[in-house]
């Protein structure tokens, strides 16, 4: 069992950045594609981006192309979400996700793990 906590969600003016962070726990991390989901009020989580177990693949949703960045370090454990000029419609609860390939991952059909998510609020 892999338990996944998010944190790093707050309050920010549009324009400006912030990063969540993921950290797990348990049983391995190792082997694991990680991912961000996001869900606004009203609507469906849907997918952020995703990155393979060894960092080297990476895959962005359009909505946040060249200004969300996905990273991890394996030493901690952790996956990190660096979102720059925010816009308010970027506003959601965000999760995590942990599943066996970047397919899994991005197809939400075998995601293994969620957290419990992290709220982001984007000021207008």
């Known amino acids: 069992q892999v338990q996944l906590v998010e944190s790093g969600g707050g309050l920010v003016q549009a324009g400006g950045s912030l990063r969540v962070s993921c950290a797990a726990s348990?049983?391995?991390?190792?082997?694991?594609?990680m991912g961000w989901f996001r869900q606004a009020p009203g609507k469906e989580r849907e997918f952020v981006a995703v990155?393979?177990?060894?960092?080297?693949?990476?895959t962005y949703a359009e909505s946040v192309k060249g200004r969300f960045t996905i990273s991890r370090d394996n030493a901690k454990n952790t996956i990190y979400l660096q979102m720059n000029s925010l816009k308010p419609e970027d506003t959601a609860v965000y999760y995590c996700a942990a599943g066996n390939s970047i397919v899994a991952v991005t197809s939400r059909q075998q995601i293994a793990y969620w957290g419990q998510g992290t709220q982001v609020t984007v000021s207008s």
């Open positions: 990155i393979s177990w060894s960092g080297g693949l990476k």
């Open positions: 348990g049983r391995t991390f190792s082997g694991y594609a």
